[in-house]
């Protein structure tokens, strides 16, 4: 006898309703993708579960991956055995004896089956009993018990387990529709594509390079940083712009003290294009309420005005501390802090401005064409597909 299976639960997808099926399917293909190194492990669907069959590969590396999959609440480990009396004892048993300075343990039967001939509260009590006359020094505690052990009486079979591991929760990666990531390399923006992608979202991701002013080193950091990303969801293309000519454009002509805003408008402007031409529909960006003079209130909404697109912004009411502990448990923090800058960085106003009109920067913009620089640049954008495997990216031109 032995753990053969992986049982899944899926939290917040189970309230649904009619639309439950495309979730779970969605779910059961993210999975399969990223299982895919273990050929023999399937995946099965049953009334309200998912499991996986092992087929003889070793459960803790299936268990770790399954674990940075979105749409999933919670997993354990597994017995399957038939609908029979005896043998749901022998499983029971196992579990208990399995788990090692276990002192206290309780029975938690659910009888989904109901033409199953013992009912629930009873079958309780019959493994409880056979339990603590097959063991010494254990005891029941329905409370607080060390251990845990539930069964599920299914249509098909028994599933017994006694241990559960947290999921990430959210929804699967896809079913909530693609956003484009304006990432920068800093610790704020992968934080956010990690939380978008929490509530169903696939991403791609795009990066403004100014070489020689920002080196291959940052843009290797950001493909980096989206590797990272696809541990918890698919491939990610990342867009990278080539922008040295437009960002000197933009501070050469326009007021120091707007040249920030107009830069970020640009930003915006180039990737609603991106989105348009890969059929995205809204932006995501790590900014957060206040944190800089670009993401007051006033800068978000003169900003906002170049484009239509819904954006999407996780850590807006969040505290910086509260950011870098999610970028230190999903593994982006110390890649995040490398000291190679990005384009936001290099070229900092001594004193931009926090409180940016519309009418003004309408204004200063109208008095100088950026048509030709902003066309060069989508042009010239060179998309990176970043996946989880060794191979860490594939190159190819995107044609606008």
């Known amino acids: 006898m032995q753990y053969d299976h992986i049982l899944i639960r899926y939290g917040e997808m189970a309230l649904k309703g009619k639309n439950i099926k495309t979730f779970i399917i969605r779910l059961q293909e993210n999975i399969q993708q990223k299982i895919k190194e273990f050929p023999n492990a399937k995946v099965k669907r049953s009334q309200g579960r998912m499991f996986i069959l092992l087929n003889g590969h070793e459960p803790d590396p299936v268990m770790e991956k399954l674990q940075n999959v979105f749409g999933i609440h919670s997993l354990s480990l597994a017995i399957k055995v038939d609908n029979d009396l005896e043998k749901i004892k022998e499983a029971a048993l196992y579990a208990l004896t399995k788990n090692e300075e276990v002192n206290t343990f309780k029975v938690s039967v659910k009888r989904i089956a109901k033409d199953f001939p013992v009912r629930s509260q009873e079958l309780n009590q019959i493994l409880g009993g056979h339990l603590l ?3 010494e020094g254990i005891q029941v505690d329905v409370h607080k018990p060390d251990l845990e052990i539930k069964v599920e009486i299914r249509l098909e079979a028994t599933y017994i387990t006694s ?10 990666v896809g079913t909530s529709g693609k956003s484009l990531l304006l990432l920068s390399g800093g610790i704020d923006s992968p934080v956010a594509g990690f939380l978008a992608m929490k509530r169903g979202v696939q991403l791609e991701a795009i990066h403004f390079h100014s070489p020689p002013f920002t080196s291959e080193r940052a843009k290797q950091k950001v493909l980096d940083l989206t590797k990272q990303l696809t541990k918890y969801g698919k491939a990610i293309k990342v867009h990278v712009v080539p922008f040295t000519k437009l960002q000197q454009e933009i501070f050469r002509e326009m007021p120091e ?8 408008r640009m930003m915006f402007r180039i990737s609603e294009r991106v989105c348009e031409n890969e059929s995205i529909l809204s932006l995501a960006t790590g900014e957060n309420l206040g944190q800089v003079a670009s993401q007051t209130m006033d800068s978000m909404h003169t900003i906002n005005e170049v484009t239509n697109y819904p954006i999407i912004r996780p850590l807006i009411t969040m505290d910086k501390q509260e950011v870098i502990q999610i970028a230190e448990e999903i593994g982006t923090y110390e890649t995040s802090i490398l000291p190679y800058e990005d384009c936001c960085t290099i070229f900092v106003p001594k004193s931009p401005k926090t409180k940016p009109k519309r009418e003004k ?6 008095t100088h064409d950026f048509t030709a620089s902003i066309e060069e640049a989508i042009n010239g954008i060179e998309t990176i597909k970043v996946t989880d495997q060794e191979k860490v990216e594939e190159y190819f031109t995107n044609l606008f």
């Open 361 to 366: 920067v309408n204004y200063y913009e109208s």
């Open 163 to 172: 241990s559960v591991a947290p999921g990430l929760g959210g929804l699967p």
């Open 257 to 264: 003290d707007y040249a920030m805003t107009i830069m970020r």
């Open 133 to 135: 006359k097959n063991t």
